[in-house]
């Protein structure tokens, strides 16, 4: 089992940049695929961005892109997502994620076998 623990989430101003990070612990870290989602009130999880086994393959939702980015410390078992310019709209619960071992980079949420307990993030306008 993979146990995910993010943190790094807060109140900003929008323009600001936050950076999340997810710690990884119980499995291989390195060969699995990682994700980042979010879930703002009353709407659906959404798939923010992933990246593949090394961090060469990374997918981004267009509501992010050139805004956020991705990337992993196989070494540490870490996963970060750095944000900028936030927007309200990115105002939600932001979960890590973790795939089954060797698995494709992928944007579904169903995919993903292991879920952290998700960290609050808010941005004012």
């Known amino acids: 089992q993979v146990q995910l623990v993010e943190s790094g989430g807060g109140l900003v101003q929008a323009g600001e940049s936050l950076r999340l990070s997810c710690a990884a612990s119980?499995?291989?870290?390195?060969?699995?695929?990682v994700g980042w989602f979010r879930q703002a009130p009353g709407k659906e999880r959404e798939f923010v961005a992933a990246?593949?086994?090394?961090?060469?393959?990374?997918y981004y939702a267009d509501s992010v892109k050139g805004r956020f980015t991705i990337s992993r410390d196989n070494a540490k078992n870490l996963v970060y997502l750095q944000m900028n310019s936030l927007k309200p709209d990115d105002t939600a619960v932001y979960y890590c994620?973790?795939?089954?071992?060797?698995?494709?980079?992928?944007?579904?949420?169903?995919?993903?076998?292991?879920w952290g307990q998700g960290t609050q993030v808010t941005v004012s306008s």
């Open positions: 990246s593949g086994w090394s961090g060469g393959v990374t």
């Open positions: 994620a973790a795939s089954k071992t060797f698995a494709a980079v992928t944007r579904s949420s169903n995919y993903y076998d292991f």
């Open positions: 119980g499995g291989t870290f390195s060969r699995r695929v």
